[in-house]
């Protein structure tokens, strides 16, 4: 599973708890309400690699995974024996239907293109109910509009579902509830991780959960009931004295208020470790809380390592526990799963 180019002896690895996603997974079936429970494993399974995420859930019992284009879907589709794999963005200009593949058809061309690209065959559709980004907007949808198609599952998609008490959140169920009534789709599907949180009225009869199984904490319902994916583990390069009244780093945005000892470790904002933990980010050294101190730098980061037993070429966890991670640094918890970049080593434990 080592990404092109990445040498497997390298000084940054990412340990996958694929036991952790397949747990989480699970949570998000047994809050769907009896809907059949999919898995949103766009943008390379949120950045884990979709390969072993896909190979996990599908062993877990899930069998429909949604990704954004035809193409990547078609690289998912080998290893989803007995599974359909969804497109996301539909069939765009040019674009060619592959077998067993649904695209979710987003606007009337779209459906107009799979009509004549392949007609009869299976397809979902997507309706917009207030977000206006993709599917046919709720004003203009007619049922008529479906005429003919060999409809699966009729989709639409919440604009603020981890925002608890946003009233969108209901004006977009109802909204949807009557377009399912009129259309009577053999499936409809409302809800990601956030919106299964919000309960049985948005579980229709199929979800849709991404973020919540890589261990994101998408709504305050879930807190505590999900388990960490994610941990990021990097080699210590140097460790150094640094003398009382120094500085260390980019700008000098730490300085040594007594004599310290610092690790320099092999991880930076390249690899997703954004700017946003200088000063601010944790590291686990031997059982300990360590600070990050000082800016971060592309490849490298800075750490007040106390009286910890650390030496060159050990290793250290960074605290990445995402709820966590995201309110520190100000990231989403979505930017730090997909930015995690292809440096590391990805080793699925
Ligand atoms: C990405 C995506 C999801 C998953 O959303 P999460 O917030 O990650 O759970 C569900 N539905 C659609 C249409 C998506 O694009």
Redesign the pocket.
């Known amino acids: 599973m080592t990404p092109a180019g990445a040498n497997g002896d390298g000084p940054l690895r990412l340990d996958i708890d694929l036991q952790a996603l397949t747990a989480n997974w699970t949570w998000f079936r047994d809050h769907s309400h009896g809907a059949v429970t999919g898995a949103?494993v766009?943008a390379n399974g949120?950045g884990l690699g979709a390969d072993a995420v896909v190979t996990a859930l599908a062993g877990a019992g899930c069998r429909e995974f949604?990704v954004t284009t035809i193409e990547e879907a078609a690289r998912l589709l080998p290893l989803a024996d007995g599974c359909t794999v969804y497109a996301?963005h539909g069939l765009r200009p040019g674009e060619k239907p592959i077998t067993g593949i649904v695209p979710?058809l987003n606007s009337q061309e779209q459906i107009a293109r799979w009509r004549e690209a392949a007609p009869g065959r299976k397809c979902d559709v997507?309706v917009d109910t207030g977000m206006n980004r993709?599917g046919i907007g709720w004003r203009e949808f007619e049922t008529g509009m479906l005429d003919g198609l060999n409809l699966g599952t009729l989709?639409s998609?919440l604009a603020s579902?981890?925002e608890p008490d946003n009233p969108l959140n209901d004006i977009q169920q109802r909204r949807f509830q009557e377009i399912v009534a009129s259309v009577r789709p053999p499936r409809a599907?409302l809800?990601?991780?956030?919106?299964i949180c919000r309960g049985p009225d948005f579980a229709f009869g199929m979800t849709?959960?991404?973020?919540?199984?890589y261990g994101?904490v998408?709504h305050p319902m879930a807190a505590g009931c999900l388990q960490q994916v994610v941990r990021p583990q990097a080699e210590v390069l140097i460790v150094r004295h640094v003398a009382v009244g120094d500085i260390v780093g980019y700008n000098g945005m730490w300085r040594a208020e007594v004599g310290t000892r610092v690790a320099v470790l092999n991880i930076g904002y390249a690899d997703g470790y954004r700017r946003g933990f200088s000063n601010e980010g944790q590291v686990l050294v031997g059982g300990e809380r360590r600070p990050v101190i000082g800016r971060i730098s592309m490849d490298l980061t800075t750490v007040d390592i106390g009286n910890a037993p650390v030496d060159e070429g050990d290793w250290v966890e960074v605290e990445y526990d995402l709820p966590a991670a995201s309110a520190v640094s100000g990231q989403s918890q979505?930017e730090l799963l997909t930015g995690l970049g292809h440096r590391y080593q990805r080793r699925y434990i």
Do not use: C, E, Q, T
Not at 191 to 195: E, Q, T
């Open positions: 949103a766009k949120y949604f996301l979710v997507m993709l989709h998609h579902a981890d599907a809800a990601g991780s956030a919106g849709r959960p991404g973020l919540g199984i994101g998408p979505y």
